[in-house]
T-cell receptor, first 112, second 112 residues
Framework: GENVEQHPSTLSVQEGDSAVIKCTYSDSASNYFPWYKQELGKRPQLIIDIRSNVGEKKDQRIAVTLNKTAKHFSLHITETQPEDSAVYFCAAKSTNAGKSTFGDGTTLTVKP | IAGITQAPTSQILAAGRRMTLRCTQDMRHNAMYWYRQDLGLGLRLIHYSNTAGTTGKGEVPDGYSVSRANTDDFPLTLASAVPSQTSVYFC???????????FGPGTRLTVL
């Protein structure tokens, strides 16, 4: 089955700096890669996703890059703000599989 | 109902008791999922359903059962609860297999 590894497990940055979180996956059939943000005590919510037919996608301060050859994808947050502090999860899924596989999460802390 | 809901919000349960967690979505999504999230850990898939009438096992199915009699509802049953099942349980749904998952607000379950 699919295996997703996420690094780092914790990340602390100064407000205004950039943050990068990386995930690797094992199943070459995976073709959908979402990123979720989970604030303390809340449910996970999608912030950005990418499909295997594109290499990069951007939405304001958030971007995701995908390297299918190397089987890794990354979340980039620029100009970080204190409200970006949360746990971020990556996931990988294939159209043929009935389930997503999630990474273990990264706790991002943005210090004012 | 708007989106995906779960009930109860929280529950304290004696070991050995039977418990059903309810999940309902009104988005007419085909796929539904149950995850558990333990303190400081990621999301682990318990069971999933790609469409009404079908279910599948996730990473940690033991001690849990599900049914999918219709599109909207996906209840999770603990036949005989044990303390190791203390966790936060999230239900989620998606239109298709490789689409965004929308999470419910979660049920916090404590088994004593």
């Amino acid at each position: 089955g699919e295996n997703v590894e996420q690094h780092p497990s914790t990340l602390s940055v100064q407000e205004g700096d950039s943050a990068v979180i990386k995930c690797t996956y094992s199943d070459s059939a995976s073709n959908y890669f979402p990123w979720y943000k989970q604030e303390l005590g809340k449910r996970p919510q999608l912030i950005i996703d990418i499909r295997s037919n594109v290499g990069e996608k951007k939405d304001q301060r958030i971007a995701v890059t995908l390297n299918k050859t190397a089987k890794h994808f990354s979340l980039h947050i620029t100009e970080t703000q204190p409200e970006d502090s949360a746990v971020y999860f990556c996931a990988a899924k294939s159209t043929n599989a009935g389930k997503s596989t999630f990474g273990d999460g990264t706790t991002l802390t943005v210090k004012p | 109902i708007a989106g995906i809901t779960q009930a109860p919000t929280s529950q304290i349960l004696a070991a050995g008791r039977r418990m059903t967690l309810r999940c309902t979505q009104d988005m007419r999504h085909n796929a539904m999922y149950w995850y558990r999230q333990d303190l400081g850990l990621g999301l682990r898939l318990i069971h999933y359903s790609n469409t009404a009438g079908t279910t599948g096992k996730g990473e940690v199915p033991d001690g849990y059962s599900v049914s999918r009699a219709n599109t909207d509802d996906f209840p999770l049953t603990l036949a005989s609860a044990v303390p190791s099942q203390t966790s936060v349980y999230f239900c989620a749904s998606s239109q298709g297999r490789a689409d965004t998952q929308y999470f419910g607000p979660g049920t916090r379950l404590t088994v004593l």
